[in-house]
């Protein structure tokens, strides 16, 4: 199955208020192009050089998601077009999202990456600490910054009952979060190996990767 029918059986099988984020890291370009030419517009990258190289030999209307690790000191190459960044996890980094965005004249949109995996290795804050940040002063001066919803990523196991667990945790915080934070309307959470227990959960934004562009 090529990479245009994979991106087709997705956008029969999700639902239309979910939104496909195609991760498309370590990919070539061509491989973007035919994902692109079947309908796909939202693209992901966890490496902001190589996320900017692909930005500037594709289509101008391709939605960037920079769903990696952010490094404060790499947020400005890819402030003048990056779409949504998933994986925020501090005041600071959002200051400094805030900064670049007001040099390039615009508003960046970000998530909140919540914690929710038992594993060590995933990145994350507790929720008590998005609230703290959400309600603090500091935050509200930030007039290019828009915090729009949270994302997490699931324990990588094949124990789905504990994937769901923790899915659906996240969804009730974020059901939370949306009654206090007028802007909070994305959960992106689901991956290729967790996405349909993740929609059920209530996500309404999946990433997806193998699935789409095979094995990396």
């Known amino acids: 199955m090529n990479i245009s029918e994979n991106i087709k059986n997705f956008q029969d099988e999700l639902p239309d208020d979910v939104t496909l984020v195609a991760i498309s890291k370590t990919k070539p370009v061509d491989d973007l192009l035919e994902a692109y030419e079947a309908g796909q517009r939202h693209f992901g990258e966890n490496k902001i050089q190589e996320m900017t190289e692909k930005w500037e030999k594709l289509p101008k209307d391709i ?43 615009r508003d960046i949109d970000c998530l909140l990456q919540i914690k929710i995996a038992e594993e060590d290795s995933k990145f994350g804050i507790s929720t008590e600490k998005a609230k703290e940040i959400l309600d603090s002063e500091e935050f509200k001066k930030l007039d290019h910054v828009k915090v729009k919803g949270l994302m997490g990523m699931a324990t990588f196991t094949d124990d789905e009952t504990q994937v769901k667990k923790e899915f659906e945790h996240l969804k009730s915080v974020f059901k939370d979060f949306s009654e206090q934070y007028v802007d909070m309307k994305v959960l992106s959470m689901g991956m290729s190996g967790d996405y349909k227990i993740a929609v059920d959960s209530g996500s309404n934004m999946v990433r997806i990767g193998s699935d789409i562009f095979g094995a990396r």
Do not use: C
Not at 77 to 83: D, F, H, K, Q
């Open 63 to 105: 939605k960037w998601h920079m769903v990696g690790h952010v490094q404060r000191n790499k947020v400005k190459y890819m402030a003048p077009y990056v779409s949504l960044i998933h994986a925020v996890d501090s005041l600071k980094l959002l200051k400094e999202i805030n900064k670049e965005a007001d040099k390039n004249d």
